[in-house]
T-cell receptor, first 113, second 114 residues
Framework: NAGVTQTPKFQVLKTGQSMTLQCAQDMNHEYMSWYRQDPGMGLRLIHYSVGAGITDQGEVPNGYNVSRSTTEDFPLRLLSAAPSQTSVYFC????????????FGPGTRLTVT | AQTVTQSQPEMSVQEAETVTLSCTYDTSENNYYLFWYKQPPSRQMILVIRQEAYKQQNATENRFSVNFQKAAKSFSLKISDSQLGDTAMYFCAFLTPARNMLTFGGGTRLMVKP
């Protein structure tokens, strides 16, 4: 199993540009989520999904869109990037009911200039 | 609101010694899970240890153990026989099944010195 994979590893955007951060998992996990980590801080939840076709907002959802058309993929879209979205983004997944087994991807470092 | 507080932004310890990282949390839930994650310079989030709130016995994983005080809402991590590879950021995190989201503390940067 590859686990949770994220692409790209690094990205630089100009203010106003759009892009999609990709996340995929091959463990057939129902739950997937996106977190952001700002310098010197812990991770904060952006959006999450409990299964294909079902998504919900987390703690800091503004400026981000998600969709989940398959169990494996959970892309995060920035429609109009802002400098405040400069951060490291982590995707995570877990099996339903297995609250103690979150699997994290390697992260994407995004810089918005 | 659920919050997690790590009061020690930075700590250092000599190799082979023991260090304890502090964590307190606030919740009105009775069913929850607590975690310690390690984040080395590679950025990868690595689960160190976990504790279910309904279990009275403190969790232990090799050199890592926790002191879980439910009434005090405290969840400290003890690292015994510290190794250079333990140098990393350590995050305390909290999850309730009802909210289905991890809430993280601000982290403690641990430096193990040779």
């Amino acid at each position: 199993n590859a686990g949770v994979t994220q692409t790209p590893k690094f990205q630089v955007l100009k203010t106003g540009q759009s892009m999609t951060l990709q996340c995929a998992q091959d463990m057939n996990h129902e739950y997937m989520s996106w977190y952001r980590q700002d310098p010197g801080m812990g991770l904060r939840l952006i959006h999450y999904s409990v299964g294909a076709g079902i998504t919900d907002q987390g703690e800091v959802p503004n400026g981000y869109n998600v969709s989940r058309s398959t169990t494996e993929d959970f892309p995060l879209r920035l429609l109009s990037a802002a400098p405040s979205q400069t951060s490291v983004y982590f995707c995570a997944s877990r099996r339903a009911g297995r609250f103690y087994e979150q699997y994290f991807g390697p992260g994407t470092r995004l810089t918005v200039t | 609101a659920q919050t997690v507080t790590q009061s020690q932004p930075e700590m250092s310890v000599q190799e082979a010694e023991t260090v304890t990282l502090s964590c307190t949390y606030d919740t009105s839930e009775n069913n929850y899970y607590l975690f310690w994650y390690k984040q080395p310079p590679s950025r990868q989030m690595i689960l160190v240890i976990r504790q279910e709130a309904y279990k009275q016995q403190n969790a232990t994983e090799n050199r890592f153990s926790v002191n879980f005080q439910k009434a005090a809402k405290s969840f400290s991590l003890k690292i015994s026989d510290s190794q250079l590879g333990d140098t990393a950021m350590y995050f305390c995190a909290f999850l309730t099944p009802a909210r289905n989201m991890l809430t993280f503390g601000g982290g403690t940067r641990l430096m193990v010195k040779p």
